[in-house]
């Protein structure tokens, strides 16, 4: 697809957007092309975020398109929340993906440096005002762009907890989010689908768990997103996850104590 080209498509509502995925998901290839080209300028919006990187933007576009693309395909219809929030950060992931593949990105010294800055403002604003700054904030106090703030803290952001290794064994290693794999993996917990029990929690507290742990957004992230304090979400997350465990019939402890609070 050449983003050259000028596209017109149709603007697709949630809804119709919704019906288009689950079909292409079923193997209809026109619903697929459909949902790529009605998505054409969430892709070259994002594209847009990286080209003082050096990269031709064609390529990023077609890039950008592979991650639509695998939205389309994984995206889960249980959850009500917008497709755009599923896809942005996966468009995003697949073009950091080829950039660092293709040696174009590295963590420097200044995004390093930045990185340890942003960190004592947050901590310098909690303090001083009881709550977790804005992104826009922090970026006011450092007298940088979002744009940067962003960036620094997504190149040196810790993986979710669920991500991280809890075993290694002959090379295969198992993270505690393959211990809460739904019904296409047989873990422990096979016997509740994971879907199943998170849909018995409110929309609030789906939002958090989607969030966090199927798009690897930081507690800080959620906050912006749904209008509470860093603290706040990771009190939430803790309970969220207690009760989760409580439902699956599985010591509640077993997973607080492997949960990280940034």
């Known amino acids: ?21 689950k079909i292409s998901q079923e193997g209809d290839k026109e619903a697929r092309r459909m949902m790529v080209e009605g998505n054409t300028r969430l892709v070259w919006s994002i594209v847009q ?11 990023l576009f077609q890039i950008g398109c592979i991650g639509l693309m695998k939205s389309i395909d994984k995206f889960d219809l249980s959850y009500e929340v917008k497709f755009s ?3 942005v ?4 992931g697949e073009i950091q993906r080829f950039l660092r593949d293709d040696g174009m990105v590295k963590v420097s010294r200044s995004i390093r440096e930045l990185s340890f800055k942003i960190r004592h403002a947050t901590d310098d604003y909690i303090k001083l005002h009881g709550k977790s700054p804005s992104i826009s904030e922090v970026a006011a106090v450092l007298e940088v762009s979002v744009d940067d703030i962003v960036l620094a803290s997504d190149a040196l952001r810790d993986p979710a907890s669920l991500h991280e290794q809890l075993y290694e064994s002959e090379g295969d290693s198992l993270t505690l989010m393959d211990q809460l794999r739904d019904d296409r993996s047989e873990r422990v917990f096979d016997h509740i689908p994971l879907r199943d029990v998170i849909s018995k929690l409110n929309k609030r507290d789906q939002t958090i768990i989607y969030m966090r742990y199927y798009l690897d957004c930081t507690q800080s992230d959620i906050a912006e997103r749904i209008g509470i304090s860093q603290v706040q979400v990771s009190r939430l997350e803790k309970k969220i996850l207690a009760q989760l465990k409580l439902w699956m019939g599985v010591d509640s402890e077993e997973i607080i104590v492997n949960v990280r609070t940034d």
Do not use: H, W
């Open 85 to 87: 929030t599923y896809a």
């Open 49 to 59: 975020r990286f080209a003082s990187r050096g990269a031709d933007p064609e390529d």
């Open 1 to 21: 697809m050449d983003a050259s080209v000028e596209l017109k498509p149709a603007l697709l509502t949630q809804e119709k957007m919704r019906e288009l995925i």
């Open 89 to 92: 950060p996966m468009v995003v």
